[in-house]
């Protein structure tokens, strides 16, 4: 459980104030609404680490946190949210661009998409950001007990199929908060990431 007692360390709100690195890190991003706070809180074990949003697009800011084996779990600020003006919407997309592309000791992306809306383009967005540095995308499909077993068999496989068109270090997997279905498969595909 490599993200259980998961300790807050800083907020940023642009790129400027990245800390200096230390530690290898794992970001966490997905579409406002996602599941993204929910499924950080699960896999942490915490009610309340991330904040789960009441308003979408208000405080966006890329939260550092310091994992038990001196990794940092970091929760990026969720995009797509329409209600958001376009001055901030671009200065958040700014810092995620940076983020995803220059960050050195960034070693995977975990990307949080709604299993009944996979792939928007602002999905494939971060993935065309993140993909030519050539490290690893670990795609959770949350909220998956909204879907039928059959359903989410389907999604499953076709947007595996779909993300093998992109590139070879892209996996998917079907994850929910609500019944922590997906948990131990998330946390051994980031331990192995991170060599542990
Ligand atoms: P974020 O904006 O991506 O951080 O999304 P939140 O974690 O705040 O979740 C958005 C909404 O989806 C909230 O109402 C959550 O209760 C709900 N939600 C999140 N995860 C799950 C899940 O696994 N199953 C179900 N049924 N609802 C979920």
């Not at 400027?16 to 290898?24: E, F, R, T």
């Not at 995009?79 to 810092?95: D, F, H, S, T």
């Not at 993300?163 to 980031?190: C, D, N, R, W, Y």
Request: include cysteine; aromatic fraction near 8%; glycine fraction near 8%.
């Amino acid at each position: 459980p490599i993200f259980r007692n998961a300790r807050f360390e800083i907020s940023i709100a642009k790129s400027g104030d990245l800390p200096p690195p230390q530690g290898a890190e794992i970001a966490f991003a997905g579409r406002s609404n996602a599941g993204k706070s929910s499924a950080i809180n699960t896999l942490a074990d915490h009610t309340r680490l991330a904040f789960v949003s009441k308003t979408p697009g208000r405080t966006q800011l890329i939260n550092f946190f310091r994992l038990d084996c001196g990794a940092v779990l970091v929760d990026l600020p969720g995009y797509g949210y329409a209600k958001v003006p376009e001055n901030i919407r671009r200065q958040w997309q700014g810092l995620l661009e940076h983020y995803l592309r220059k960050r050195e000791n960034l070693v995977g992306l975990v990307l949080i998409m709604d299993s009944r809306h996979p792939l928007t383009p602002l999905d494939r967005q971060m993935i065309d950001w993140f993909v030519p540095g050539g490290r690893p995308i670990h795609a959770l499909l949350t909220k998956c007990d909204k879907l039928s077993r059959n359903e989410a068999a389907a999604t499953l496989a076709s947007v595996r199929r779909e993300v093998a068109t992109i590139g070879p270090q892209i996996s998917v997997q079907l994850f929910s908060s609500l019944k922590k279905i997906g948990m131990e498969e998330v946390e051994h595909k980031v331990a192995g990431w991170l060599c542990l």
